[in-house]
C-alpha cells in the first residue's frame, strides 16, 4: 500500500504497512482500485462526448467519499462499490466503437485475488514518475474527495449540480492522462472553484429542508434515560432516528460533527433530542464506552472499534467497518430503518456523564449577517481588532494543542470564526464576548466553512473593500483530510491568500508545488504561537 492522504501519514511521508488510520494493506489498496475503475467510466463519457448521468454522478460520488480516510474499513463493502462501478464501465464500453481499458473489462468482479492484485498497481505512485504531476494530481483527487462528499450529502436531500457531475468527470479523467504541469495546476485552481459549488449546494440543501441555523445554546450534560450517539454528518440519518425514537423512551444525542444539528430548528423541537455528548472524533474510544448505548456512525471519522462497545456501534451510508452491524440505505422513497439500534438502546443503562454545562453556536451566514450592524460597529469603534478563521478538522497530535493555545493566547478584542471539528480545541474555553458577541462564533461542519466564506465577503462588501484580503481576517486553518483539502482549495479560488495551515503541510505536496504555493497565495505552515499572534495582527 501508498496512502498519504491524511495529515497523520506515517513520517509525514506516507503509510506503506497499515494506516496510521487503522487501514489495512488490502482495504487501501481496494479504494485505490475503485478510484481507477471511476476514473474509466469518466474516461468512458469523455470519449462518448456524452453528459454523465445524475445516477451515475451521485455514485461517483459516493464511491468517492467511501475512499476518505476513517469512512469504510470494510473490503467486502468496498468490493461492492468496485463490482456496481465495473457493471458501469462495461456497459458504457458498449457504447464506444472501440474500447478502452479492455483490461477492466474482463476483470471478475467475483475473483477477489485478482483485483487485489489488479489494486497494487493503479495507487498514486502509478499517476507519473514525475513527482511534481503526482503531487499536482493527487492534490486534484484529493480536493476532489471532499467535493464528493459534500456532493452526496446534498443528493440525499435531492440537491443536485450537473456542474459539479461534470467537473469530477473532467479531473478524474485527468489523473490518467499525461498532462503538462499547467494544465494540471488550472485543474487544481479549478477544484477549488468546484468545491465553492459543492459547499453552496450542500448550504442550500441543509436549510432549504431543515431551516437556517439559529444560535442555540447545547446542552453537553445527559438524562437518565437509555440513549442513542449519533456521530458523522449526515442530516437526514439525524432526521429519521429523531422521528423513530419520539415516544420510545430514547434520547438522543449528537457527538463530534453532527454537533451542529443542534442548531436547525427543525431537530430542536423534539424533546428527547438532549444535546451534545463528547469531544472531537479521536476521542471516540473512551467517549463511546462510557456512553453505554448504542452508537450509529453515518459517514467518516470512525476508528478502529472496541470490544468493548463494539456490540453497540451500527455504520450507515458510506460508512463501514468489518465486524459492524451496517443499516442498509433507504429504498424506494423509504425511511432507514433504524429499529434495531432503538430496541438495543432500551436495554442499556443511561449514559455516563462525563462533563456539564452548555456551549454556544450557530454562527452560520444567515445567523451571522443578522448580526452584521453590531459587528460592523464593533468593529468601526475598535473593539473587534480581528477575526481569526480556526476551521478544519482536528486530529490525536500534540502538536494540535497549537489551535488551544492560539485561542488562548489571542487578545481580547479578537473574535475566532470556526467550522468543523477543529472547534473542539477550544469551543468549551471561557473567551467571554465582545459587546454580546461571543469570541468564538462556531457555523457548524466541516462543510459550512462555505459560511465563513460568505461572512467575509459580505463584510467586504459592508466596508467597501475591492480585496477579500484587505479585511481584518487572518486564516489560521487545522486539516487532516480530504474534506479540508477542499475547504482549503475553495479559499484559495476565493482568492483568500496568508492563510497558516497546520499542523504539517500535506505530504503530497512536492517541494516545487509546495513553493508555487507560497508564491502565488502566500499560504504559510503554522509556526510558534507568539510569533504566529503577533503576525496575525499585523494582518501578516
Partial sequence: ???????????????????????????????????????????????????????????????????ITNANFDDESILKYINEALMIKKELSTKLSGNIDNEIISWSADNTEELLAKSRTVGVLSFSVNEDIRSLKTLTLYGLKGIAAYTEHAAVLGYYNNEIFAFMVKALSSIRKDLPAD????????????AVKAMALLDKANTETYGNPEITKVNIGVRNNPGILISGHDLKDMEELLKQTKGTGVDVYTHSEMLPANYYPAFNKYEHFVGNYGNSWWKQASEFESFNGPILMTTNCIIPVKESYKSRIFTTGTAGYPGIKHIPDRKDGKTKDFSKIIELAKTCPPPKEIETGEIIGGFAHNQVLMLADKIVNAVKSGAIKRFVVMAGCDGRQPLREYFTNIAKELPKDTVILTAGCAKYRYNKLKLGDIGGIPR??????????????????????????????????????????????????????????????????????????????????????????????????AGK
Wanted: some cysteine; glycine content about 8%.
Fill in 440 to 537: 468564538v462564533l462556531d457555523a457548524g461542519q466541516c462543510n459550512d466553512s462555505y459560511s465563513l466564506a460568505v461572512i467575509a465577503l459580505k463584510l467586504k462588501e459592508v466596508f467597501g473593500l475591492d480585496d477579500i484580503n484587505k479585511l481584518p481576517i487572518s486564516f489560521d486553518i487545522g486539516w487532516y483530510e480530504q474534506k479540508a483539502v477542499a475547504v482549503l482549495l475553495a479559499l484559495l479560488s476565493l482568492g483568500v491568500k496568508g492563510i497558516r495551515l497546520g499542523p504539517t503541510l500535506p505530504a503530497f505536496l512536492t517541494p516545487n508545488v509546495a513553493k508555487v504555493l507560497v508564491e502565488k497565495f502566500d499560504i504559510k505552515l503554522t509556526g510558534e504561537v507568539k510569533d504566529d499572534i503577533e503576525a496575525i495582527m
Fill in 183 to 194: 494544465e494540471l495546476t488550472s485543474l487544481v485552481i479549478e477544484t477549488g472553484q468546484t
Fill in 1 to 67: 500500500m501508498f496512502c498519504y492522504q491524511c495529515q497523520e501519514t506515517a513520517k509525514n511521508q506516507g503509510c506503506t504497512i497499515k494506516g496510521v488510520c487503522g487501514k489495512q494493506e488490502n482495504t487501501s489498496n481496494l479504494q485505490d482500485l475503485l478510484v481507477y475503475v471511476l476514473s474509466g467510466i469518466c474516461l468512458c463519457y469523455e470519449k462518448m462526448g456524452e453528459a454523465i448521468t445524475r445516477e451515475h454522478g451521485v455514485f461517483i460520488s459516493k464511491s468517492l467519499f467511501v475512499t
